[in-house]
């Protein structure tokens, strides 16, 4: 059993020298200048002729030009869905649905490599996470629901599962293909047509997937995937020819929709913002668990969701685990994305890494004590240090509020109950995580925590078997697994 070990050293990891640079190529990436919205199978030029830059995080500079599309540009996206949806989509029969994704996800598998490094240099995300983590989950997602393309009825026995006709979706930044992937892969499969819109700073993986699409041979407009910022949201949102929207972004975007929703047909499922508990009891293994709370804070620049952005230990082991903590952060690698030593990359923007920033004041103005690693941040580009809160108020609002940046705050606890009434004191409950050599700890834990998952002894793992999605302002429906094919579906 691990206990607590004060006589550990503290580490000199890194000190007085560094990795030399360990770049990904980025010389087998095909991208063009611009890119056309992807409406009934062709690449169209947007009605208003307007087009915006996407920018690299990293080095703040433009990548390519992306078109902005128009009420004019959505309603012939819902027209296109709607055609392919009537004359083909539910037509063919459900295996014949399901070769094509199969083939999706070969061909997403085969390009995973290039998809990868246009993640890291559209999102800021490190390669390591793109490579081994978001690109193999994108064609699991594939993989997974193909293979329930043609077993609706065995996935819901006893009903008649029907499509419901065409989805509206829209999608956040933080994992660009991986979101259109958990979109896309179901409603397919379960026999809609799609009209999907990526967000404004992370457009280009979505555009390769388009690509992708259209090699594929899918029938013309089964998928279209149209560009803009919010207004094209809200217009996708508004379209009367819109059968159902599923949204992954903020909260308050969550709400705007659900009044726009409201006293229509459209069915909703919403995934929105998070501030999971990381719960440290003092029987856990502390080295791993130190590693899980990194893992799910600082991996992802915090840009996740259910990032474990408010971590709870338990009295007895807490000065072992700030001091371990702090020394991990003193290892943790900064910078370029591309570089496969990255721990940490670039915050996906500027106005996101403002909204970080003011945080970090804030938490400061409020009382607590900061501390970041002493590691320095590249000259150009977005980058936010991976930070700590100590003495931080339950009411503060680095405690209450989304941060959407490598920011966590601790607090201690002495019992189970006192725990579980401060992690569920959130406006959200999309995620936890906890840490300890007790199953019935695990047990009393996952049954009173409000949060639709979490995690006992890790943290951030995925899979497209099980079901996603958030309790309270996090949302509501899941996404993943059966219960992701129950929302693309009138049963
Ligand atoms: P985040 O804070 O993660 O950027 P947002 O909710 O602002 O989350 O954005 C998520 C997605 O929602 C993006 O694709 C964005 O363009 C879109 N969006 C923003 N405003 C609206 C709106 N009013 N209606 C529909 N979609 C919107």
């Known amino acids: 059993m691990s206990k607590s070990n004060k006589t550990v050293p503290k580490l000199k990891f890194n000190e007085g020298w560094s990795y030399a640079p360990a770049p990904e190529s980025a010389s087998h990436v095909k991208l063009q200048d611009r890119y056309d919205l992807f409406i009934g199978g062709k690449f169209v030029k947007p009605t208003s002729g307007k087009y915006f830059d996407t920018i690299n995080p990293a080095n703040e500079e433009k990548i390519a030009q ?7 540009d959505v309603d012939k996206a819902v027209k296109a869905a709607r055609t392919a949806y009537d004359k083909t989509w539910k037509k063919i029969p459900a295996k014949e649905r399901g070769k094509y994704i199969y083939r ?8 995973a490599r290039e998809l990868a490094v246009i993640e890291s240099m559209d999102g800021g995300k490190p390669i390591k996470e793109s490579r081994d983590v978001d690109i193999p989950l994108v064609a699991n997602h594939f993989f997974y629901y193909a293979g329930w393309a043609d077993k609706l009825q065995y996935a819901f ?16 930044w933080n994992f660009p293909l991986l979101m259109a992937a958990w979109k896309i892969a179901p409603a397919l499969a379960c026999g809609n047509t799609v009209v999907l819109k990526p967000a404004e700073t992370t457009p280009l993986t979505a555009l390769k997937l388009a690509e992708i699409i259209q090699e594929s041979g899918l029938p013309d407009g089964v998928v279209n995937i149209i560009t803009g910022f919010g207004e094209t949201g809200a217009a996708l949102v508004n379209h009367p020819g819109i059968d159902k929207i599923a949204f992954t972004g903020s909260t308050d975007v969550g709400k705007i929709i659900q009044k726009a929703v409201a006293g229509t047909n459209k069915k ?10 990381n719960i440290i009891f003092d029987g856990a293994p502390i080295d791993q668990a130190v590693e899980g ?38 290892t943790l690698i900064v910078g370029d994305p591309l570089d496969k030593n990255t721990d940490v990359g670039a915050i ?26 002493s590691c320095g ?18 009411s503060s609002r680095i405690a209450q509020e989304e ?18 009434e401060k992690a569920n004191n959130t406006p959200y409950g999309l995620s936890a995580g906890v840490w300890t050599d007790k199953g019935s700890k695990i047990f009393n834990l996952t049954t009173k925590m409000r949060a639709g998952v979490v995690w006992a002894n890790t943290y951030n793992k995925f899979d497209p078997t099980a079901p996603f999605g958030g309790y309270k302002e996090s949302g509501y429906g899941r996404e993943g697994g059966l219960h992701g094919l129950g929302a693309y579906l009138k049963l």
């Open 66 to 72: 992306v078109a902005e599309a128009n009420s004019a």
């Open 268 to 277: 909703v499922t919403l995934e929105l913002g998070g501030k999971a508990a």
């Open 377 to 394: 941040l590249p000259g150009k580009g977005f980058f936010c240090k991976p930070t700590i809160f100590t003495n931080v108020a339950q």
């Open 104 to 111: 999706i996800a070969r061909m997403i598998q085969e390009r």
């Open 348 to 373: 996906n923007s500027r106005a996101q890494l403002d909204t970080i920033n003011k945080y970090l004041q804030l938490g400061q103005d409020e009382g607590s004590e900061m501390f970041q690693g």
């Open 293 to 330: 709370i990194i893992n799910g804070i600082y991996f992802n620049q915090g840009h996740v969701c259910c990032a474990g952005s408010r971590l709870f230990v338990q009295e007895s082991v807490y000065e072992e685990v700030l001091q371990k903590l702090k020394d991990r952060i003193e």
């Open 157 to 172: 026995p006893n009903k008649i599962p029907r499509p419901l006709g065409v989805a509206g979706q829209i999608i956040p």
């Open 403 to 420: 941060i959407f940046g490598p920011v966590l705050t601790i607090q201690t606890f002495r019992t189970d109950d006192e725990v579980i």
